[in-house]
């Protein structure tokens, strides 16, 4: 018999998580946190297990997820934000260090830490996908966030693999 490992869209009593947003486009992730926060209470959360934390800009996310997440107080730490695409290179070089420092704390602390930083080429995009026309990305976060606590609660320890 083969067996499966699914997480559910579920907040156990037990469970507490992170949000970081970024303060910059804060027009956006205003709105990308008032989804992830609807998101976990909706599935279970109370205010008391969801912390909040700003930070000026999406470069600044990874360092402020590292230390939430090697701190053990929480199950996963989301991470929001919005880099709009301009006429220099800044974009590539903020979204490039961003998305690479954040993909590094999961695997090196075992705390899923999720990925909810738009890039969009202009404003529009980016507010279509903070609640306008696609869904709300900080939504889909925090559900992202929510199963990958169910997975990594039904894994063997990682000292055990």
């Known amino acids: 018999?083969?067996?499966?490992?699914?997480?559910?869209?579920?907040?156990?009593?037990?469970?507490h998580y992170a949000i970081?947003?970024?303060?910059?486009?804060?027009?956006?992730?205003?709105?990308?946190?008032?989804?992830a926060?609807?998101?976990?209470?909706?599935?279970?959360?109370?205010?008391?297990?969801?912390?909040?934390i700003s930070v000026p800009g999406s470069f600044e996310i990874p360092t402020v997820a590292?230390?939430?997440?090697?701190?053990?107080?929480?199950?996963?730490?989301?991470?929001?934000?919005?880099?709009?695409?301009g006429q220099t290179a800044h974009f590539d070089h903020v979204a490039q260090q961003a998305a690479r420092g954040?993909?590094?704390?999961?695997?090196?602390?075992g705390i899923p830490t999720i990925f909810?930083?738009?890039?969009?080429?202009?404003?529009e995009q980016a507010m279509d996908?903070?609640?306008?026309?696609?869904?709300?990305a900080g939504w889909n976060a925090a559900c992202a966030a929510m199963e990958m606590a169910g997975v990594m609660q039904q894994l063997p320890p990682a000292e055990n693999v």
Do not use: W, Y
Request: a positive charge; aromatic letters at 2%.
């Open 102 to 109: 954040i993909a590094e704390i999961g695997p090196a602390t």
């Open 37 to 52: 926060v609807e998101a976990l209470l909706r599935h279970g959360a109370t205010e008391k297990q969801i912390t909040k």
């Open 129 to 136: 996908r903070a609640g306008l026309k696609m869904g709300n």
């Open 20 to 35: 970081i947003t970024a303060e910059f486009n804060g027009l956006i992730t205003a709105r990308l946190t008032d989804g």
């Open 116 to 123: 909810g930083i738009i890039t969009a080429d202009t404003v």
């Open 1 to 15: 018999m083969i067996s499966e490992v699914h997480g559910q869209l579920s907040v156990q009593p037990q469970q």
């Open 66 to 85: 590292g230390r939430l997440a090697k701190s053990g107080k929480f199950t996963a730490v989301i991470c929001l934000g919005c880099i709009i695409r």
